[in-house]
């Protein structure tokens, strides 16, 4: 079955430095994966979405690279700040998925930034 | 007003009670959504509407409900909950097109308490 992994544990690092998050999966060939930041009680907020044929992109502080041979997208943000702290989803999405109901969520993993 | 509003934001209710959740996308999106997120699990899609179709997750039980009147507003009517109900519920939208879904704006969720 499609799987998506997250790492379920806490990410803790220290202000300034760059945090990098990863997303795996497994029996899926998404045409673009996207990133998302949740906070506590609050719904997701789109941040970035990366197509099967990009490499990588950038938008700010943060970088998303998107390797399908390893399938795997690593997440980064440089120079992190207390505020980056939440949790961070992907989702993969299939080609043509013009009806949106076949984008898969991961579960997140939680980041915290120690000032 | 701007990007998706929902309302209530916290709902407690009985398990014999009848209550509806709404959603309102300020985008011209033409797709909507509804979304379970239960603790350190991915989100769940419920249902969604999307160029005039609905499909629903075959797992969803009965007791909830969705109504979209229209592709600016939409509903999930709640009936004879379980306490297992307690959970997040997120509405999105999200514009497709012929390449597929291209990123979703959700709403700041009704946290939901079923006694």
């Known amino acids: 079955s499609q799987k998506i992994e997250q790492n379920s544990e806490a990410l803790n690092i220290q202000e300034g430095k760059t945090a990098t998050l990863t997303c795996n999966y497994t029996?899926?060939?998404?045409?673009?994966l996207q990133w998302y930041r949740q906070d506590p009680g609050r719904g997701p907020v789109f941040l970035l979405l990366?197509?099967?044929?990009?490499k990588e992109k950038r938008k700010e502080r943060l970088k998303v690279t998107f390797d399908t041979t390893l399938k795997q997208s690593l997440f980064h943000i440089t120079a992190s700040q207390p505020a980056d702290s939440a949790t961070y989803l992907c989702?993969?999405?299939?080609?043509?998925?013009?009806?949106?109901?076949?984008?898969?969520f991961g579960a997140g993993t939680r980041l915290f930034v120690k000032a | 007003e701007t990007g998706v509003t929902q309302t209530p934001r916290h709902l407690v209710m009985g398990m014999t009670n009848k209550k509806s959740l709404k959603c309102e996308q300020h985008?011209?999106?033409?797709?909507m959504y509804w979304y379970k997120q239960s603790a350190k699990k991915p989100l769940e899609l419920m249902f969604v509407?999307?160029?005039?179709?609905?499909?629903e997750n075959n797992s969803v039980p009965s007791r909830f409900s969705p109504e979209c009147p229209n592709s600016s507003h939409l509903f999930l009517h709640l009936h004879t909950l379980q306490p297992e109900d307690s959970a997040l519920y997120l509405c999105?939208?999200?514009?497709?097109?012929?390449?597929?879904?291209?990123?979703?704006?959700f709403g700041s969720g009704t946290r939901l308490t079923v006694v």
């Open positions: 990366i197509r099967e044929n990009e």
């Open positions: 509407y999307s160029l005039e179709e609905r499909v």
């Open positions: 989702a993969l999405d299939p080609l043509r998925n013009t009806g949106g109901f076949k984008t898969i």
């Open positions: 999105a939208s999200s514009q497709v097109g012929p390449g597929g879904n291209y990123g979703y704006t």
């Open positions: 985008l011209g999106h033409n797709a």
């Open positions: 029996n899926y060939s998404p045409a673009y």
